[in-house]
């Protein structure tokens, strides 16, 4: 994995760097709260230690003394201190424990909506496309690392710090008596303990070099276990074959963990050697200078606690694991930023496209290939009049939906360029020139939320306008649809939610294409319907044709269909081929011309007319 500069990534810290930062932008008040938590819950052991150490120390003189002397008064002090330090730990842990809990909570909020906003800030499609970016947002939302989000980073860094505080208190109480004992014993620590951490750390690296492979195991398990595929999983029987394949994927992934884990059983006996060494000689020294008189019970106490609190620098706990499994959830939230801030994703663009086309969209020259793909397009020229109707025909693959990918600037073309009314689009703010758009894809997107934000979301900077629903509702043909709905356009179109109901796909299809009617609606002035028609069933296509002109009356319109009773009705049909436009012209023009659309509809209406029994279907091709 590489960090941001370049520079390999071999510890926690670059994750650190970014919690940092993080946790003022995510809440400043508990952040200070936090960071004043972890001083006390790091002071208060020190105080209880010397407390304890003074409580010893007056004990004798107070027995020979008696009750209401000065030693008697020492021992009371110091029985205070014991106790109320001893309180202080009490309650200060627990409120830390849920301020730093709170602070957490709100630091991983913030991450993930960083993510979020990562990747859907470019104005196109292709970095969510793309593997390497895939890799990170599945590292940014902790799987494939143990599942550790930001929330454990947090909790283990504050906890970690906390002790680290203690310790270093412990050190200056143990300088008292020799002052390069507690430096030796903390420097033998930490050798040790680096290593534990750079071996736990390889071991997270070996994980996240195969997010690939992770993600690959994570889309089996989801199609074992989620109801998308259950259909047919079933039907066919894939459960073994599925099971498999996840198994396979999984151990793939696994198996470099597993071969970095080898050999680190040397790492913890070592430890054990030199904890075991560095304890016994601390001890060693502390009770030979006891024994010799060299320093009191009650300074021996002391210094025992001392020796004893510098273990927290040898000491690997969950925290320490969970700061070392969650750091790659927190650095690829930085890596993601940096990655859609790079000017080939983020696309530039800064001229408002308010208004357009006025007059025309050419593609002039235009090539394009998707990475590590053939070209889709090579040297493609074509015209789109601004308030007519073009549609694209051709073969699968021939390059239709790509158009339009290209046309709404989800991709920028590899060469040649794309002009709005002499402008190039690269020239034009892209978010600009995307809601001048409106648009029902092929695969359109079925929103797991209520009917009336199915359709309005055609442009959500609208308030909502139940008018304005029922009018792009009755435009698409969708109003019985929604007066069916159990609670109107309140309905949830999901059964996963209470009260919720789901819908037949020619029913979603009539809701996509009410949500681009509503964005015409709202001042989109480009309507590209996608196989607008593919999944209703034909007398609900033979409407929807019946009333074309309507629809698109003075739109710009881009029409792509295997139906040929959709495209016969369009001002200007263009048919491409390996990436080119090898005819255009109008229906009629085309069925003369006796070319390539005229077989392509001759073929598709033989199948009508030697299906007599098949009313409807007539009625569509003939309508």
């Given at each position: 994995m590489q960090s941001l500069g370049g520079e390999k990534k071999t510890s926690v810290w670059p994750a650190l760097r970014v919690v940092a930062r993080a946790m003022p932008e995510a809440s400043l008040p508990l952040t200070i709260a936090g960071v004043i938590g972890l001083l006390l819950v790091g002071v208060f052991p020190t105080i209880y230690k010397l407390a304890t150490g003074a409580l010893i120390g007056a004990l004798p003189a107070a027995t020979r003394a008696g009750a209401g002397s000065a030693a008697a008064h020492r021992v009371d002090v110091a029985l205070a201190v014991l106790a109320a330090s001893f309180v202080a730990q009490q309650l200060i842990g627990p409120v830390f424990g849920q301020v730093v809990d709170a602070l957490a909570r709100r630091v991983t909020g913030h991450l993930r909506g960083r993510v979020i906003t990562a990747a859907a800030s470019p104005p196109g499609v292709g970095h969510l496309e793309d593997p390497a970016t895939l890799d990170k947002v599945m590292l940014a939302q902790g799987v494939g690392t143990a599942q550790i989000t930001p929330r454990g980073v947090v909790i283990g860094a504050f906890n970690i710090a906390a002790q680290y505080v203690a310790g270093t208190a412990s050190a200056i109480l143990l300088m008292a008596y020799r002052w390069w004992l507690p430096l030796i014993a903390i420097a033998l620590y930490l050798s040790v303990i680096r290593r534990f951490r750079r071996d736990f750390f390889r071991n997270v690296m070996a994980i996240t070099g195969k997010a690939e492979s992770l993600r690959r195991s994570q889309y089996f398990r989801d199609v074992a276990l989620t109801p998308v595929a259950a259909k047919e999983t079933r039907v066919f029987?894939?459960?073994?074959w599925v099971v498999d394949r996840f198994r396979t994927s999984w151990l793939s992934a696994m198996t470099d963990l597993w071969a970095e884990r080898r050999g680190q059983w040397k790492t913890m006996v070592l430890g054990a050697v030199a904890f075991f060494s560095v304890e016994f000689g601390v001890m060693f020294l502390l009770g030979h200078s006891a024994a010799r008189g060299e320093i009191s019970i009650a300074r021996l106490t002391v210094f025992v606690a001392a020796a004893?609190?510098?273990?927290?620098?040898?000491?690997l706990s969950d925290h320490d694991l969970n700061l070392t499994w969650g750091a790659p959830a927190i650095t690829a939230v930085a890596d993601l930023e940096a990655l859609v801030e790079d000017p080939s994703v983020a696309l530039p663009g800064d001229t408002a496209a308010a208004g357009l086309p006025a007059r025309d969209v050419r593609f002039e020259n235009v090539s394009f290939a998707y990475p590590g793909r053939n070209e889709v397009f090579s040297h493609l020229d074509l015209t789109i009049e601004a308030g007519k109707s073009l549609a694209i025909v051709g073969d699968n693959g021939a390059g239709k939906t790509t158009l339009v990918k290209l046309l709404a600037r989800l991709y920028d073309p590899t060469d040649g360029v794309i002009t709005v009314d002499g402008t190039p689009l690269t020239q034009l703010d892209p978010s600009s020139w995307q809601r001048r758009l409106s648009a029902i894809f092929q695969d359109f997107t079925r929103y797991q939320v209520r009917a009336s934000d199915n359709v309005a979301w055609g442009n959500p900077d609208l308030a909502l306008d139940v008018a304005r629903l029922d009018a792009a509702a009755e435009r698409a043909g969708a109003t019985d649809l929604v007066a069916s709905l159990p609670?109107?356009?309140?309905?949830v179109l999901s059964r996963q939610f209470k009260d919720g109901t789901d819908l037949s796909g020619g029913q979603w299809q009539r809701l996509a294409l009410a949500r681009a009617l509503y964005a015409v609606d709202a001042g989109a002035g480009v309507l590209i319907l996608d196989e607008p028609t593919?999944?209703?069933?034909?007398?609900?296509?033979?409407?929807?044709?019946?009333?074309f002109l309507e629809l698109t009356r003075g739109l710009t319109t881009i029409v792509i269909s295997h139906?040929?009773?959709?495209?016969?009705?369009?001002?200007?049909?263009?048919v491409i081929e390996q990436g080119v436009v090898v005819e255009q012209g109008t229906h009629d023009e085309l069925?003369?011309?006796?070319?390539?659309?005229?077989?392509?509809f001759r073929l598709q209406a033989a199948r009508f007319v030697d299906a007599p029994d098949s009313e409807d279907e007539s009625e569509t091709i003939d309508a």
């Open positions: 029987g894939l459960g073994d004893q609190g510098l273990q927290v620098f040898a000491n609670h109107g356009w309140d309905t593919a999944a209703l069933d034909v007398r609900a296509e033979a409407e929807l044709y019946d009333r139906r040929f009773s959709t495209v016969r009705r369009a001002d200007r049909i263009v069925m003369a011309a006796d070319g390539r659309y005229a077989h392509m």
